[in-house]
Each structure stands twice: as C-alpha cells, then as structure tokens.
C-alpha cells in the first residue's frame, strides 16, 4: 500500500462522544480517501474515565476507515506528551494534529493538503476555526505574545483598536480574516504539517502541559525559515475547552471536575511563563520579566478565587 497523504492525530481526554462525532466527520466527509488509506486516523487517549478507549475501538471495528490507530497513553499527560505519543504512528507527507471537539467540513482537507503542496516554504497551516456559536476562534490566527502584545491584550487596549496593527498584534485583527495568509502563530486545534517539518522542530514541547504549546511550535517552526499560514477560504467547527471545562460555553458538556480545571488554569498561566523564559527573556531587561511575571500571578490568583467561590 502506498503512503498516506495525512495522519489525523487527535488526542483525546474524557471526551468520548464529542471525539467520535470528530472521527466520523472525517470518514463521511472524505469517504474515499478513508477508505483508500489516504487519510489515516490515530487517537491517543490520556486515560479517559469516561470509557473512551473501548468506545474508541468499538468504532474501529465497524469503521471503513483502513487505517485507524488507538493509543493507550497511559496516564494523563498533557497536550504535548500526549499527542508526541501518536507520531510514531503516523506515516502521513503530512501529519494534522485535530482536537476532538471539532468537526470538519467537506473540501477543507483537501483545499489546505493542495495548498501545502504548492507551498513548500510554509511549515504549518490551519483554517478558520468557527466557534458552535458562529464566532471566529481568534486563536487560529495570532500574534505571538511579546511583552507589548502581551500588555496590549490582558489590559483591554487591543479591544478598544481591534484593527489596529500598533494595538492588536496578538490577535492580527488588521488582516482580512476571509483569506488566504502569513500569521506568526495558529491553534493546536487545527494543525497541519509536514511530517518532516514536524520531524526537524522534535514534534511537541513537553515543557508544556496544556496551553502555550501551539505558539511554542509555531515559533519554533518559523526559527527554521518556515512560515506559518492562516486559510481563511476554509474552515472547521471548534466547539473549545470540552476536556478543560474552563470555558464557560462549554460548562454544560464538560466532565472536568473542579481539581481538573484548577490543575489546568495553574498550567495555563504557568505557560506564559515558560514562553517568555524560553523565547523572550534574554531579549529584555530583567524588570520587564519582573513586570510580566508580577501580572501572570495577579491574573492566575484572580481566576483561581473567582473559580472558588463559583464552586
């Protein structure tokens, strides 16, 4: 059999029939290339306790989908850690890291696979990911979190001037979100690679438990001489923070018990930390990382008191 153009890697936790509504949006969307071995499925599981894993290879077994891989991770082990564990799965030119909570449209596979194809200089891609509300998931489409950026978003400036590119550069609100361009960073919800792209950064930063490692990989990508687009011509449904459950428009179908969402708000602020240590901090005078790392704590206690007395 001929190698696969695409290893769909989705990593799953607790979301057992959100990721199963992900699989079977591939398989009937793109029934022959499924069929063919073209697309080749792998779900790795971070030790669900929700029956994942046999729901999971149920599925398999019923499933025309040729090539379906499902992987015990053995644990809960992050984002990173997680989906580092299906790569050795994947044969693919090309790998798409997909969360489970999505669904993905007819054509847009395709349309970004022959983009990548005829763009050989770019070293990732993603779509427009539209919320299940209809609103535009800005994480698809960013900047990357430099002090100024940084201060501009978490101080409200960049809502004030959504369009500015001296305000907004966190969210690249200037650029025409209907097409086609270069961006500084994209979603691990929606990331298609080469597979050899991949190979060349070392995959997934492990540093990173949840949050912060899709601008990681975006930014070390581009230290390659790569760039990263944005395809605003396709897109996929994002329904957002269904195994983290601290996203209040999913609340309804999270299974995310309170210990979880506290473990993973402290991860969350814990990677702007390591972003700016890794990237940034030899760059500037040590007050601003005293400055940065000041308004990090103040906004992780901030979140933390409010989630306890919610609870």
Same mark, same amino acid.
């Given at each position: 059999?001929?190698? &696969?153009?695409?290893?769909?890697?989705?990593?799953?936790?607790?979301?057992?029939?959100?990721?199963?509504? =992900?699989?079977? *949006?591939?398989?009937?969307?793109?029934?022959?290339?499924?069929?063919?071995?073209?697309?080749?499925?792998?779900?790795? +599981?971070?030790? *669900?306790?929700?029956?994942?894993?046999?729901?999971?290879?149920?599925?398999?077994?019923?499933?025309?989908?040729?090539?379906?891989?499902?992987?015990?991770?053995?644990?809960?082990?992050?984002?990173?850690?997680?989906?580092?564990?299906?790569?050795?799965?994947?044969?693919?030119?090309?790998?798409?890291?997909?969360? &489970?909570?999505?669904?993905? /449209?007819?054509?847009?596979?395709?349309?970004?696979? +022959?983009?990548?194809?005829?763009?050989?200089?770019?070293?990732?891609?993603?779509?427009?990911?539209?919320?299940? +509300?209809?609103?535009?998931?800005?994480?698809?489409?960013?900047?990357? $979190?430099?002090?100024?950026?940084?201060?501009?978003?978490?101080?409200?400036?960049?809502?004030?001037?959504?369009?500015?590119?001296?305000?907004?550069?966190?969210?690249?609100?200037?650029?025409?979100?209907?097409?086609?361009?270069?961006?500084? !960073?994209?979603?691990?919800?929606?990331?298609?690679? $080469? /597979?050899?792209?991949?190979?060349?950064?070392?995959?997934? +930063?492990?540093?990173?438990?949840? /949050?912060?490692?899709?601008?990681?990989?975006?930014?070390?990508?581009?230290?390659?001489?790569?760039?990263?687009? /944005?395809?605003?011509?396709?897109?996929?449904?994002?329904?957002?923070? =269904?195994?983290?459950?601290?996203? #209040?428009?999913? !609340?309804?179908?999270?299974?995310?018990?309170?210990?979880?969402?506290? #473990?993973?708000?402290?991860?969350?602020?814990?990677?702007?930390?390591?972003?700016?240590?890794?990237?940034?901090?030899?760059?500037?005078?040590?007050?601003?990382?005293?400055?940065?790392?000041?308004?990090?704590?103040?906004?992780?206690?901030?979140?933390? !008191?409010?989630?306890?007395?919610?609870?």
């Amino acid at each position: 059999m001929s190698r &696969p153009e695409v290893s769909i890697i989705i990593l799953t936790y607790n979301t057992r029939q959100i990721t199963l509504d =992900a699989i079977e *949006s591939v398989e009937k969307n793109y029934p022959q290339e499924v069929k063919s071995g073209k697309f080749e499925m792998i779900v790795c +599981d971070n030790s *669900s306790t929700d029956g994942s894993l046999e729901a999971f290879e149920d599925y398999k077994k019923k499933s025309k989908i040729k090539i379906m891989h499902v992987v015990d991770n053995g644990g809960n082990i992050g984002f990173s850690a997680g989906n580092n564990k299906g790569v050795p799965y994947a044969k693919g030119k090309y790998v798409l890291f997909l969360n &489970p909570d999505t669904i993905v /449209y007819p054509k847009t596979l395709t349309y970004m696979l +022959d983009f990548m194809e005829a763009h050989p200089d770019v070293g990732a891609s993603s779509c427009k990911l539209i919320n299940k +509300d209809g609103a535009l998931d800005f994480n698809c489409h960013r900047g990357f $979190p430099t002090p100024w950026n940084s201060f501009c978003y978490f101080s409200g400036l960049q809502r004030i001037f959504p369009h500015s590119r001296t305000f907004s550069g966190y969210t690249q609100g200037w650029k025409d979100l209907k097409t086609s361009h270069e961006v500084d !960073a994209i979603e691990g919800a929606f990331m298609l690679m $080469p /597979y050899e792209v991949g190979k060349k950064v070392g995959w997934w +930063d492990e540093d990173y438990f949840f /949050y912060g490692e899709d601008l990681q990989f975006s930014y070390d990508i581009r230290k390659l001489g790569y760039k990263i687009y /944005y395809l605003g011509e396709v897109s996929i449904m994002h329904i957002g923070g =269904a195994a983290s459950g601290i996203k #209040k428009k999913t !609340a309804n179908i999270t299974i995310a018990n309170i210990e979880t969402k506290r #473990k993973l708000q402290n991860a969350r602020f814990e990677a702007m930390k390591i972003f700016y240590k890794k990237n940034y901090e030899k760059s500037y005078p040590a007050l601003v990382k005293w400055i940065m790392f000041g308004g990090v704590d103040y906004l992780r206690n901030k979140t933390l !008191a409010a989630m306890k007395v919610s609870s």
